[in-house]
């Protein structure tokens, strides 16, 4: 397996592109099962999940032409007929979002078999409300031997889903298999994520006829059917929050951009409150920090527009050197806590409370051998090992790849010391 070398204690300076959203683009390459006509989608990140998802695609009927561009690929999707309804285990197991096909199967050929899904170690992750909320649109659904079995013989009808709590992959799910439903559905209690606004906006581009687009209620009046379209991915403002607290716990300056500031907010907000300094403009976030050390600050991780759970790793790994003691709660996911045996290796001094973190701010990280758990806690060890006196070594370095559009290269082009070693 590859290993990722880091040679710390280096400030970052430059500009970094934010590449098209993992979180968008998967969901955006599924509605491609919505329609016969051809969905290209431009500003794609060339990442493993992508591709991992285009192979299950291709299982389905799918026609994936991919395209190179200075911007992310660009993926043409075309699905003239579904030829099998069984997401096998083998793919589905890789990756969660894959489990979403579920939604589009359904709503297209009225049945579908779906494993029961992997992706990050980071809790139980139960399917529950996508089921219920299928249920109520008229499925009938058993589990039989780690699959989902959905039969819908006589179409999906629309129906009023309300959520007890807000899921992404069920609002996804939902909201796919929604516009091909008979009748309306209202998805109360909804996901709002920019991931969730980008699926939105396409499939009204498709033909999908959606209100609410934006806020925690989706009315859905379902069509026909849809037809191709073209969409753009939106920025991924888990990558651009990842490289800002990156600039902001080496110091220097960095300009993040491509991505709007108002999609990750609440981060932005926690980074001045810590002492950093941040520019947005238009399309362009700048971070930057001078010698002053960083103040501990505490976070609750939130649904959107609150600070997202996907970095929270990534925010630990700046307070274990900020002054004072900082407070992470996780509220969206149980397990969710990885990464803190791994910064401790670094000499990070965290102490955990069921769904706290006690962070105690230390004057210096040293570097050592790190393993990656799951994404978001890699790019943690990242952070962590940018700033960490002497050389790290980072294993399992495919959990990066999963999410992360060529991470290294971005990082070196801004004075950063870090190189891949092949297997
Ligand atoms: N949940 C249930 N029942 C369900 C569905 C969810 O109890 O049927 C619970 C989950 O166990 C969790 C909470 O609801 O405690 C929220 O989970 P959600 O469904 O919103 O998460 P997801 O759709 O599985 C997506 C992202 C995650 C991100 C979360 C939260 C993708 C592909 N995944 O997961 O991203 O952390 O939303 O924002 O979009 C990542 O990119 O590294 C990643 C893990």
Redesign the pocket.
Known sequence: MDTIHIRGNRRLNGVIPISGA??AA??LMIAALLTDETLKLTNVPRLTDVRTLAKLLGVLGTDVQRGETAHGDTLALTTPEIVSTLAPYEIVSQ???TFWVLGPLLARCRTAKVSLPG??A??????????KGLQKMGAEIDLVEGYVLAKAPNGLKGAVIRSP??????T?TLLMAATLADGETVLENA?R?P?ITDLARCLVAMGAKIEGIGTSTLRIEGVERLHGATHNVVADR?EAGTYAIAAAMTGGEVTLDGVDAETFDAALSVLRAAGAGVDASQGQVRIFRNGERLQATDVVTQ??PGF???LQAQFMALMTTAEGESEITET???NRFMHVQELARFGANISLHGDKALVHGVDKLTAAPVMAS???ASAALVIAALAAEGETTINRVYHLDR?FDRMEEKLSACGAEIWRAKA
């Open positions: 993992k979180n998967l969901p990756i969660r979002a992706g990050c980071i809790g139980a992750r139960p399917v529950d409300l996508y089921l709590i807000v899921s992404v992959g069920a996804h996901a994520e991931e888990i649904v959107f997202p759970t996907d969206i996911f149980e799951d994404l978001r999410g």
